[in-house]
């Protein structure tokens, strides 16, 4: 069994800054790529950043310049660094990864349960 679990969630203020982690654990034999995805109210769930094994990252347009994502590989874990928070940025953040599984030794995408940034003042 696999199990991503985020934390780091809350409510800030507009240019506040705040920190996810999710941290993959379970029967896991390799993690391969990891990302973070983010669902407003009454909109379609879309990517905010994603990074390679080896440290390759990629950002959502919105994002660029603001949020960092990084990855602790021997911690199996995954962090995104948000700076300037924006009102629209409001949303449930959800971790993804790409993971083989020594269960099934069958690669997999799995989901974290979500947690809820609120940008307001």
């Known amino acids: 069994q696999v199990q991503l679990v985020e934390s780091g969630g809350g409510l800030v203020q507009p240019g506040g800054s705040l920190k996810l982690s999710c941290r993959a654990s379970?029967?896991?034999?390799?993690?391969?790529?990891m990302g973070w995805y983010r669902q407003a109210p009454g909109k379609q769930r879309e990517l905010v950043a994603g990074?390679?094994?080896?440290?390759?990252?990629d950002y959502a347009d919105s994002v660029k310049g603001r949020f960092t994502i990084s990855r602790d590989n021997a911690k199996n874990t995954v962090y995104l660094q948000m700076n300037m928070l924006k009102p629209e940025d409001t949303a449930v953040y959800y971790c993804?990864?790409?993971?083989?599984?020594?269960?099934?030794?069958?690669?997999?995408?799995?989901w974290g349960q979500g947690t809820q940034v609120t940008v307001s003042s």
């Open positions: 993804n990864a790409n993971i083989r599984a020594t269960t099934t030794w069958n690669d997999a995408l799995y």
């Open positions: 379970g029967s896991i034999s390799v993690i391969y790529t």
């Open positions: 990074i390679t094994r080896r440290g390759v990252t």
